[in-house]
Structure formats: structure tokens, C-alpha cells
């Protein structure tokens, strides 16, 4: 499903985001020589450095402003001559300001009417099908299988349950100090970690949390 909001129409979708469909499109016709990176945020999976932000004031390759043990989560970068005279042909992109915004959005930095934004979601079912030139921008891959999810999720879940009930066990305590779980809000990592206290809630039951 493509959908096109503004404002609090967002609210809408929100729930059903793919917070990666920017990057996941933009990896089917990447150029990671190439292509030039004008802004790019990331977010760490190993290491100390829980995000990354850099903006480059010059030519910047995509493959030189990667790590590839983060996941980029936002990209902004130029789109190179190959791609406007390629599958962008249609919408007459300026060579001077042709720009790409990448993250759980899509956007070409230009105004479009209707009939070309119908064209632009064919375009981008084109790309998605077309796997012949994806190239990974991590060295982690998105788990996309129902039944492997799932059993993530539950497995997760355990886990959490397990490190509430062993802070009713003071002898168990020092055990949690070797298997921290970790919960984190990939869109306000920077609020997570300011955070000196934090609080476990029921969905939609914020009144009384479960765990402080």
C-alpha cells in the first residue's frame, strides 16, 4: 500500500510505517561509488555509538560515509546523471538540485502533480521488483520471514518477563548484570539514553505502569 498524508493525516498510517522503506528502494539502484552523500544518519548496532549524524560540505561517496556495522536510517544524496536520464526520466529532474531524501520516506525534492505522482508509485513497484543491482548499505540483514519474527518476538518477550521478575528476587539481582535487555525507540534513541528513569506500560494503559 502507498499513501500520500500531510499533517496529522499522517496519524492514519502511522501505524503501518516501514520506517526503512527509503533506504530498502534506494538499495536496488544504489551506486555506493558514485553516488554523493549531502546527509546521512545512522544508527549503531555494535560498539559504544548508539547514533551517528554528519552533513559533508564536499563530494562525499556514499560507500566513504558508510559504516557498515551501523544501519543507515535516513540518507539525504544526489541523484546521479545515470538515474534522471534512467528510471527518473519522466519527471524532468534539474541537474542542479536534483536531490533524493531517504528513510520511512521516498521523496525526490520536487513538486509533482497527480498523474506524475501515480507514475512515480509504478516506478517504485518496478524497482522493488527488480533485485538484478541490490547491493546491502549494512552488514545486517532485516529479518523478514513471519514464522522467524515471531518466534524473535516471543523469545523477547521472555526474556523481558524473566528480568522484571528476577528484581522481586534480590539473590537473583547480580545475575541481570550479565543479560541486560535493552529496549530501545530506534526513532528517539537520543531521548532513551537522556532518560535517567523508565517506565513499562500496558498498551494504551499509561495510568499505571507495570515496571519503573
Known amino acids: 500500500m502507498y499513501c500520500v498524508t500531510s499533517g496529522s493525516g499522517i496519524t492514519v498510517i502511522k501505524k ?5 522503506f527509503g533506504i530498502e528502494l534506494y538499495q536496488h539502484f544504489a551506486n555506493l561509488n558514485d553516488d ?11 560498539g559504544n555509538l548508539s547514533q551517528r549524524s554528519n552533513t559533508y560540505n564536499y563530494s562525499q561517496s556514499i560507500k566513504d560515509s558508510l559504516l557498515y556495522s551501523e544501519i543507515p536510517k535516513k540518507i539525504k544524496v544526489v541523484i546521479r546523471k545515470e ?10 529532474l534539474d541537474e542542479e538540485s536534483s536531490i533524493m531524501d531517504l528513510g520511512s520516506y521516498f521523496s525526490l525534492r520536487k513538486k509533482i502533480n497527480f498523474e506524475e ?5 509504478i516506478t517504485i ?4 521488483e527488480d533485485t538484478s543491482t541490490y547491493k546491502n548499505l549494512s552488514l545486517f540483514n532485516r529479518v523478514k520471514e513471519a ?8 523469545s523477547l518477550l521472555e526474556k523481558i518477563i524473566g528480568h522484571i521478575l528476577m528484581h522481586d528476587q534480590p539473590q537473583n539481582i547480580k545475575k541481570s548484570e550479565y543479560d541486560i535487555v535493552e529496549i530501545v525507540n530506534s526513532k528517539q534513541i537520543e531521548k532513551f539514553y537522556e532518560c535517567n528513569t523508565f517506565r513499562l506500560h500496558f498498551f494504551r494503559k499509561k495510568k499505571r505502569p507495570i515496571y519503573s
Do not use: A, M, P
Open 16 to 20: 503501518y510505517l516501514d520506517n526503512y
Open 36 to 46: 554523493i552523500t549531502i546527509s546521512i544518519n545512522t544508527r549503531g548496532v555494535t
Open 83 to 92: 538515474l534522471r536520464d534512467g528510471i527518473f526520466r519522466e519527471f524532468n
Open 117 to 121: 505522482l501515480k507514475k512515480l508509485i
Open 125 to 128: 513497484e518496478k524497482i522493488l
Open 147 to 154: 514464522n522467524i519474527l515471531e518466534d524473535l518476538r516471543n
